[in-house]
């Protein structure tokens, strides 16, 4: 990069950077490529930003399977996601409604208390930890806005100098 760029970025993600790679290494799978096929936003089809308002819903509609195609990962993620909410909700359901039917006293040996001690448990600790890395990406994003005004005039000019060198290359 030429130019006398003033901002830097350097992070230290301390005992979340096992989380970070997994989670990194986890969106690469899904969102690795690009969102539309290859030769899809092209400067034959997409000329100037008229023809992108005009013609771009008819050749979203043309190349559907296409990008669709392209998307598979996101989808299989979405619908997955989708189906678990549907299937814990159900199970949730028919749990509660076996549970509350049953009024007589059964003679459990123990082996199904223990399970639900055990399941209870590992949803507990995924749940805390759930809610722990929410309360520090929150954080991390606080520290990130609070600094936006300190820096805001090397950003500024940063910005004012990457517009510039575009502009001369162009």
Known sequence: ???????????????????????????????????????????????????????????????????????????????????????SLIYGIVFCCCCRAKNQKSNDNGFKKLMLSILLFILLVVTSLGCMWFFLGAKTSQEGLDKIPEDITDILHDGDLYMNTTVDEL
């Open 1 to 87: 990069m030429e130019g006398n760029y003033t901002v830097s970025y350097s992070q230290d993600e301390g005992g979340m950077e096992v989380l970070y790679d997994i989670t990194n290494i986890f969106l690469d799978a899904v969102i690795g490529g690009n969102f539309f096929p290859d030769g899809f936003l092209s400067e034959e089809k997409f000329p100037d930003l008229e023809s992108v308002s005009s013609n771009f819903p008819t050749e979203v509609i043309d190349n559907v399977q296409p990008i669709v195609m392209a998307n598979i990962p996101i989808l299989v993620c979405i619908v997955l996601g989708l189906l678990l909410a549907v299937v």
